[in-house]
């Protein structure tokens, strides 16, 4: 039995609701910011590894610690935008219209509902038909990029911004790829995890040798993690090995909560802010912005 089982008044439902007072209510210790701005694209081809859900949550919990951050969210299924509560219908600006150099960054990003240091760019339905208009333009490759200049992203001045990707390697990723310095992949605690992986690299490789040479994966996150299997903790332990201290130590456990909470239109730290999974991304925040504030990212 652990020491908070044995105070006067100990109930789960109590613990819950201090875990979540924490998490709404931070101390005054607020997140350090990084050294500079960072331009962080989360990327897997492998659909339902937690790649928007991790976007959306990592964002949450470093804007409601003091930081700013906005979201671009590149993907056409609009997820992201939705668990932001952010209007993505058609005919709103959006990241399809920024790509297409018709309004900036700063027009089309929207202040979510979840913080007041939170902005997204949402996703339309018109962003599914883009790859296709994208071809046919110079600098196809390129278009996230011209977006997201330092002078363009000075009118927001996020300290984070963090590019939602589609899950497949085709023309938005590599513009999101194009357009970051720092990848974040989110690879689950499955059988299958590091399928597709090697391409995945093959591809950021590619990009570095031809498009941004400054491009470097900087953050491996374990989302999906059940500790009641053998199986989670012999992924981890490959992972670890392969990639070295580039995983966070931080792990996302499988969590109900994290599931439901897009369909409320919300994170799950505001959904749920006591349970596991909020918590688990409040520490995974909290070991980006301390690598970001004593490093470089170049």
């Known amino acids: 039995m652990s020491s908070s089982e044995t105070q006067v008044g100990w109930t789960p439902i109590a613990e819950e609701a201090e875990r979540a007072a924490r998490v709404l209510h931070p101390e005054q210790n607020q997140l350090p910011r990084p050294v500079r701005r960072r331009v962080m694209t989360i990327a897997n081809q492998k659909g339902g590894v937690g790649k928007t859900t991790s976007a959306v949550n990592l964002a949450a919990a470093l804007a409601m610690q003091g930081l700013k951050v906005l979201v671009v969210d590149l993907d056409p299924q609009g997820n992201a935008s939705t668990a932001l509560g952010v209007d993505h219908r058609s005919g709103v600006p959006s990241i399809y219209e920024v790509l297409l150099g018709e309004v900036s960054v700063a027009d089309a990003a929207a202040v979510s509902e979840q913080s007041p240091n939170l902005y997204c760019v949402p996703a339309t339905i018109d962003l599914a038909g883009s790859e296709i208009e994208l071809v046919s333009m110079a600098a196809r490759e390129s278009r996230l990029k011209e977006a997201l200049t330092p002078e363009a992203l000075d009118e927001l001045q996020p300290d984070y911004v963090f590019v939602d990707c589609p899950p497949s390697l085709g023309l938005l990723t590599v513009n999101a790829l194009v357009a970051a310095e720092e990848v974040l992949i989110p690879i689950q605690c499955e059988y299958y995890a ?8 093959n591809n950021i490789e590619l990009v570095q040798a031809h498009l941004n040479p400054n491009l470097r994966v900087s953050t491996i996150l374990l989302t999906m993690y059940d500790g009641r299997t053998k199986l989670a903790d012999q992924v981890g332990v490959e992972v670890r090995q392969h990639f070295g201290d580039t995983v966070l130590s931080t792990v996302i456990p499988r969590s109900v909560k994290v599931s439901e909470a897009p369909g409320f239109g919300q994170t799950v730290l505001a959904y749920d802010p006591g349970s596991r999974g909020a918590m688990s991304y409040v ?9 970001g504030a004593r490093k470089e990212t170049s």
């Open 283 to 291: 520490d995974a925040a909290r070991e980006i912005a301390e690598y």
């Open 194 to 201: 590091l399928e597709g992986l090697g391409q995945l690299l």
